[in-house]
């Protein structure tokens, strides 16, 4: 299992931008397929975005396509999800995770190792 620790939540209004990072602890993401998901309260969570190990492919969940950008380093130690257009339904706990799989992964049950989440608060 990978360590894996979130960065760059917190509160803003509508229309703000943010940029979320995950990182792992003393070794590189780059052997695997990422993926960011978000939980809302008493919600399950869900699928925001996924990158493959060369970032040559993506994917995202259709209410955050054009407002969010998933992307990973070179060095591979490092994904991001830029946020742009914050909306108040985009609040939640947002995670990155890990999968050995080489497809783009939307599944939670798919992703093996996950991060203790970072919380995202919109206000209208």
């Known amino acids: 299992q990978v360590q894996l620790v979130e960065s760059g939540g917190g509160l803003v209004q509508a229309g703000d931008s943010l940029r979320l990072s995950c990182a792992a602890s003393r070794r590189t993401l780059a052997p695997y397929v990422m993926g960011w998901f978000r939980q809302a309260p008493g919600k399950e969570r869900r699928f925001v975005a996924s990158i493959t190990r060369d970032s040559a492919g993506t994917n995202y969940e259709e209410s955050v396509k054009g407002r969010f950008t998933i992307s990973r380093d070179n060095a591979g130690y490092t994904v991001h999800l830029q946020m742009n257009n914050l909306k108040p339904e985009d609040t939640a706990v947002y995670y990155c995770?890990?999968?050995?799989?080489?497809?783009?992964?939307?599944?939670?049950?798919?992703?093996?190792?996950w991060g203790q989440g970072t919380q995202v608060t919109v206000s209208s």
């Open positions: 995770a890990t999968t050995r799989r080489s497809w783009l992964e939307m599944r939670p049950q798919a992703y093996d190792s």
